[in-house]
T-cell receptor, first 114, second 116 residues
Framework: NAGVTQTPKFQVLKTGQSMTLQCAQDMNHNSMYWYRQDPGMGLRLIYYSASEGTTDKGEVPNGYNVSRLNKREFSLRLESAAPSQTSVYFC?????????????FGSGTQLSVL | AQTVTQSQPEMSVQEAETVTLSCTYDTSESDYYLFWYKQPPSRQMILVIRQEAYKQQNATENRFSVNFQKAAKSFSLKISDSQLGDAAMYFCAYGRYGGATNKLIFGTGTLLAVQP
């Protein structure tokens, strides 16, 4: 059972380039999330999808777009990458939307924007 | 707005000893959830333990236990009989009860080193 799978694991971009981070879960979870992790700042929520067909902004959505392609997949797109978007990105999923639900995380994508 | 504070950026413990990681939070809510997540060098985020605010009893999971002080808004993690595999970054997180979605607020983390 793979759980939450993120691709790629590492990526280097030049300022202004675009890219899409892919995330897929095989646990039949309804909710999916994108977080970014920066040194000294913990994890911050970028976007989330409470269920298939819905997406909402989190704490730090500027510069990002998301697509909930189907129940399994939730992608994060950087249209014009900036150095401030250098970070480690985590996708996560949960069965429901209650705060009591356990979040399952992917292994992260290390993104560097030069 | 809710905040989570971890005031110990780094901690160190000898193998087989006990260590306590601190976490404080600020909220005006009466019902909520608190979590400790572990992030080893592999970067994988792993749930260690969860506490419901309406429960007075402190949560325990094997060698991991919490000291939940609701009035003081404190939620510390105690690791007993520390093992080399416990070396990791530990994040405290807050989840609002009854929210529209599972949007956790994380602290900045405590890096735990385990000395053999």
């Amino acid at each position: 059972n793979a759980g939450v799978t993120q691709t790629p694991k590492f990526q280097v971009l030049k300022t202004g380039q675009s890219m899409t981070l892919q995330c897929a879960q095989d646990m039949n979870h309804n909710s999916m999330y994108w977080y970014r992790q920066d040194p000294g700042m913990g994890l911050r929520l970028i976007y989330y999808s409470a269920s298939e067909g819905t997406t909402d902004k989190g704490e730090v959505p500027n510069g990002y777009n998301v697509s909930r392609l189907n129940k399994r997949e939730f992608s994060l797109r950087l249209e014009s990458a900036a150095p401030s978007q250098t970070s480690v990105y985590f996708c996560a999923s949960s069965y429901g939307t209650s705060e009591a639900e356990k979040l399952f995380f992917g292994s992260g994508t290390q993104l560097s924007v030069l | 707005a809710q905040t989570v504070t971890q005031s110990q950026p780094e901690m160190s413990v000898q193998e087989a000893e006990t260590v306590t990681l601190s976490c404080t939070y600020d909220t005006s809510e009466s019902d909520y959830y608190l979590f400790w997540y572990k992030q080893p060098p592999s970067r994988q985020m792993i749930l260690v333990i969860r506490q419901e605010a309406y429960k007075q009893q402190n949560a325990t999971e094997n060698r991991f236990s919490v000291n939940f002080q609701k009035a003081a808004k404190s939620f510390s993690l105690k690791i007993s009989d520390s093992q080399l595999g416990d070396a990791a970054m530990y994040f405290c997180a807050y989840g609002r009860y009854g929210g529209a979605t599972n949007k956790l607020i994380f602290g900045t983390g405590t890096l735990l080193a385990v000395q053999p």
